[in-house]
């Protein structure tokens, strides 16, 4: 994060001043963007993604926060043979609502992982 940041003291949120738009929240010792367009969450996805693989692991599953429901639904893949809602090769789902789970109001999403190079999803790429 660069730039000049400001505590909304209503929310709790860190607020990007440049923009106004950007903000964050913190769960746990970790800052979380707070995401308003579909692009920034399946960036943040994606990252995470590659992030593992050079780790030596592979994501099994995506859970995504309920409240990004209907901004990333339009961008999963419902053409496998298998059912379900798919993003980046991975099955999806949903979290619990915030009032089952109250980091769900903050976390954006968590993978499944495990150990092993990723089986031709479409978010691997070699160099």
Excluded at 11 to 33: A, F, I, K, P, Q
Excluded at 36 to 44: A, C, L, M, N
Excluded at 107 to 126: D, I, Q
């Amino acid at each position: 994060m660069h730039g000049a940041f400001e505590v909304d003291n209503a929310t709790g949120e860190l607020v990007h001043l440049n923009s106004d738009h950007r903000r964050w929240r913190l769960w746990e010792g970790e800052w979380y963007r707070q995401h308003t367009h579909p692009d920034g969450i399946r960036f943040e996805i994606h990252e995470s993604l590659d992030r593992l693989y050079t780790k030596g692991f592979r994501a099994t599953k995506i859970t995504i926060a309920r409240r990004y429901a209907s901004l990333i639904t339009p961008y999963l893949d419902r053409s496998n043979h298998e059912g379900g809602q798919r993003l980046y090769g991975l099955p999806v789902a949903f979290s619990p609502p915030e009032t089952v789970d109250p980091k769900w109001a903050v976390v954006n999403f968590e993978l499944e992982k495990e150990w092993g190079v990723p089986k031709g999803y479409p978010y691997f790429r070699s160099f």
